[in-house]
């Protein structure tokens, strides 16, 4: 009898397993549209009485494991991080590791920073970089600040350098 | 066992290492064949011959201790064989060595000549030629993940390590065009790591390299210098270089003298026009998952872009 109720168990956790949803990899990205969201408020603090319209955007790579991945691939090969530090950790540049961005850290402010450039060094990448990649960078540069899911994110960097005896000496 | 070998085979050896990996191939496969052939034959013996019960006399244990002995005898020979093959090309010959790196990428591979000076050295991808006659050693190491550097008409396999520098060294005895392939799973597009080896008699590789070291080609007609233009200013220049012009970044492969050689995408797809507007325009398609996004490029711009890219001899 143990044993039985112990084989439906075994099977009733398989049947859970079913439930799991793959992460779809979306390697074709669609063709969009040249963007910007330059109507998006960078902080709060608005002149006057009147609150902006708050622009709804959605970065449609939020949550996405690959994408943030893909994200991290880019920011390196695309040497954001001579300015920006390896991890986003700020150097020249300011860290990226913060939640509260100079130009503001909502999805759609991380966009036009990227897309537009910014004073003081920030090249605009936007004619450079296919729609997709740069929603890619968005999504990982919101990681470092642990603002996507914690879910997709990896607990440590695919890239750990490693190094041998000798080049430690 | 040349009848059947294609461009890439180990039954076809072009040079020294691949022909004594044959040999020991060869040396291996008749001394399993006759085994073979003897087992089957004293098992079917055994069959005809119907014998009541069993036998234990002084000649079946002779017999038995002989196979024994015999087995281990030829074991222990084939282990020694395959020994001194393997240390017979251990040691990288010291004098007239080309010396040659590799960067294995997912899924392509970077190919340096490091031995002229700095503004003169040569990088290529996916395409490695070498003159005929001469030791070339190998420098191998990974961008991102292992890869395995495999030509069988040439040598054996070795893998390529991040943060590592394996060397390997093979060289060509005769002319000719092999094909080598990326030798342990690396992702997605493993099987579309392609490469060529191309073996050329030293004036012809000499020609080669003297092209590969001048700086791309400049345009000479309206259409190329517009294609130029194209490049300069769109996508393409964030991650390809052609050397003499603005485009220096190193995430894809040098399109320095792209029209030079055979084939595009790592061993993909041969180098023609319509291949090449494929390509730029949607790789995703052709090999799904490599780092080339697709590109939106105006029909008025595509042409003209094709015809600086095919220029770059």
């Given at each position: 009898m143990k044993h039985v109720a112990a084989g439906l168990c075994v099977c009733a956790a398989l049947l859970l397993v079913t439930g799991c949803k793959r992460e779809q990899r979306q390697l074709r990205a669609e063709p969009a549209e040249r963007a910007t969201?330059?109507?998006?408020?960078?902080?709060?603090i608005v002149p006057g009485g009147k609150v902006p319209v708050k622009v709804e955007v959605?970065?449609?790579?939020?949550?996405?494991a690959y994408a943030i991945a893909e994200g991290e691939k880019l920011f390196s090969s695309y040497n954001c991080?001579?300015?920006?530090?390896?991890?986003?950790?700020?150097?020249?540049g300011p860290p990226l590791?913060?939640?509260?961005?100079?130009?503001?850290?909502?999805p759609e402010n991380i966009f036009d920073t990227i897309q537009k450039g910014r004073p003081?060094?920030?090249?605009?990448?936007g004619g450079r970089l296919p729609e997709y990649q740069i929603w890619q960078l968005v999504a990982y540069v919101r990681s470092l600040s642990g603002q996507e899911p914690m879910s997709a994110?990896?607990?440590?960097?695919?890239?750990i350098e490693y190094k041998t005896k000798a080049q430690l000496k | 066992m040349k009848w059947f070998a294609g461009a890439q085979s180990v039954l076809d050896p072009a040079g020294p290492q691949a022909g004594r990996i044959h040999g020991l191939f060869e040396v291996f496969l008749w001394v399993a064949i006759i085994v073979w052939v003897l087992t089957v034959g004293a098992m079917l013996i055994a069959f005809w011959k119907k014998h009541g019960g069993e036998r234990h006399d002084d000649t079946t244990k002779r017999v038995v201790t002989a196979c024994g002995v015999i087995t281990v005898a030829v074991l222990l020979a084939l282990l020694v064989a395959s020994a001194v093959t393997g240390s017979a090309f251990a040691t990288v010959p010291s004098n007239n060595v080309m010396n040659i790196e590799i960067r294995g990428h997912q899924w392509w591979w970077e190919v340096h000549y490091?031995?002229?000076?700095p503004h003169e050295r040569v990088t290529t991808a996916n395409e490695i030629h070498i003159p005929v006659g001469r030791p070339v050693r190998f420098k191998l190491t990974s961008d991102d993940v292992i890869h395995s550097f495999w030509a069988p008409n040439l040598s054996g396999k070795l893998d390529l390590f991040p943060n590592r520098v394996n060397e390997a060294w093979f060289e060509a005895d005769r002319p000719g065009m092999w094909r080598g392939q990326c030798?342990?799973?690396?992702?997605?597009q493993h099987a579309n790591m392609a490469f060529w080896v191309i073996a050329e008699p030293p004036d012809k590789f000499n020609e080669w390299i003297e092209n590969q070291r001048k700086p791309g080609v400049m345009p000479s007609t309206p259409d190329q210098a517009h294609g130029q233009e194209v490049f300069l200013n769109?996508?393409?220049?964030?991650?390809?270089t052609i050397r003499g012009?603005?485009?220096?970044?190193?995430?894809?492969?040098?399109?320095?003298?792209?029209?030079?050689?055979?084939?595009i995408a790592a061993g993909t797809l041969a180098l023609d026009r319509g291949n090449l507007a494929g390509w730029v325009t949607d790789a995703q398609r052709i090999k799904?998952?490599?780092?080339?996004p697709p590109v939106n490029v105006p029909s008025k711009d595509l042409e003209p872009l094709l015809a600086y890219l095919e220029s770059l001899k």
């Open positions: 969201f330059a109507a998006a408020p960078e902080s709060p959605r970065n449609p790579y939020e949550g996405d991080g001579t300015c920006h530090a390896a991890h986003g950790g700020g150097g020249m590791t913060s939640k509260n961005l100079t130009y503001g850290s909502e003081k060094g920030m090249p605009a990448w994110t990896p607990g440590r960097s695919d890239d | 490091p031995d002229y000076i030798a342990e799973f690396c992702g997605l769109g996508p393409c220049v964030v991650c390809h012009t603005n485009a220096l970044a190193s995430v894809g492969p040098d399109l320095t003298h792209l029209a030079s050689r055979h084939t799904p998952g490599n780092r080339m």
